[in-house]
């Protein structure tokens, strides 16, 4: 597929007053209420080139928000893919070595792997082991409606109901390649009171990108009591008091890529609905790869079609 040309409507911010924070982490600070309450932990640049939530983050800073119980952290996360974007060529910052978002195991932490993410993420690993919230803001390749990933388990699909927004919610197990942060630990443990939300909030350099990641971070905050509506009202953005009919997708399976050359056979751009089981998707080395059941959802098909990836996921909505 051609590289499709991408307007970059957002522009980074500057983070660098962020670096020392207070944590004796490197761009993470955590304010404290003094009061009991949950620990909330919002991160951004999981992705390097996904700087909505960067901007998301820099506004909160900017307002001087702090919570009115319980602990705040907020997080830069891959911060040296975020120092090499550029854009010219925005979809190289991705990452360094290696996705951040696909090492969230304690054995591929604990392990003797080196990369710039695994040494990252170890760093964070204090921060993320103590939250007992998470935000993880993201973007999308194609501009799709925005999603919200909320895992496999019923609470983190409870706490996407009350936040409100978006109108879509995914329940998804994550990839073949490894588990996200959002999966870690207690975030993807049934009997744990953590709770993780990733927000898929649009094409990664539309405007309405930032407007989606502020106004779900804002909505996220309130919902647990760490700000109140109106410490929230003057950051707020156009989703903001929306209350759309939230529904849910089921998502079914990963397409993982197992052959040296994937192809989809039409350029497909997310949450299209295929309603024929056994329609053709694309190609696996020549293998064809098809709809498994009726009124199949195409979520978040890849430019980045390498062995070992996830191509694209299928679901269903379910409510
Ligand atoms: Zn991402």
Not at 15 to 22: C, D, L, M, Q, V
Not at 287 to 307: F, Q
Request: one cysteine or more.
């Amino acid at each position: 597929m051609p590289e499709p040309h991408y307007a970059i409507e957002l522009t980074p911010p500057d983070i660098e007053p962020y670096r020392s924070g207070n944590t004796g982490i490197d761009y993470a600070t955590t304010f404290d209420s003094g009061i009991a309450g949950p620990h909330v932990l919002v991160t951004a640049l999981t992705h390097g080139n996904e700087i909505c939530g960067a901007i998301a983050l820099d506004r909160l800073f900017r307002a001087k928000l702090r919570p009115r119980h319980g602990k705040l952290t907020l997080a830069f996360d891959n911060i040296a893919a975020y120092g090499n974007f550029d854009p010219h060529v925005p979809t190289t910052s991705r990452f360094v070595d290696e996705d951040f978002n696909r090492l969230w195991s304690p054995a591929t932490l604990d392990g003797p792997r080196q990369s710039i993410e695994l040494t990252r993420a170890r760093a964070l690993r204090p921060i993320v082991d103590a939250a007992d919230f998470l935000l993880d803001i993201h973007s999308m390749q194609y501009a799709t409606a925005p999603l919200m990933l909320a895992g496999t388990l019923d609470r983190s699909v409870a706490l996407a109901r009350r936040v409100g927004i978006p109108e879509l919610i995914m329940c998804d197990a994550g990839h073949a390649s490894g588990p996200r942060m959002r999966d870690y630990d207690g975030f993807g443990d049934p009997t744990s009171l953590k709770t993780a939300l990733l927000i898929e909030s649009g094409q990664h350099w539309e405007r309405r990108a930032a407007e989606i990641a502020t106004d779900v971070m804002l909505r996220f905050l309130v919902v647990l009591g760490t700000l109140t509506e109106a410490d929230a009202a003057p950051l707020a953005g156009p989703h903001f008091h929306s209350r759309p009919r939230q529904r849910i997708i089921q998502v079914t399976e990963a397409v993982t890529i197992t052959g040296d050359r994937f192809e989809f056979v039409e350029n497909f751009r997310g949450l299209e609905v295929l309603p024929k089981k056994g329609a053709l998707i694309g190609r696996d080395d020549g293998r064809e790869v098809r709809t498994p059941y009726d009124d199949c959802i195409l979520i978040m098909p890849s430019r980045r079609l390498a062995k070992g990836q996830t191509a694209v996921r299928l679901g269903r909505y379910v409510d």
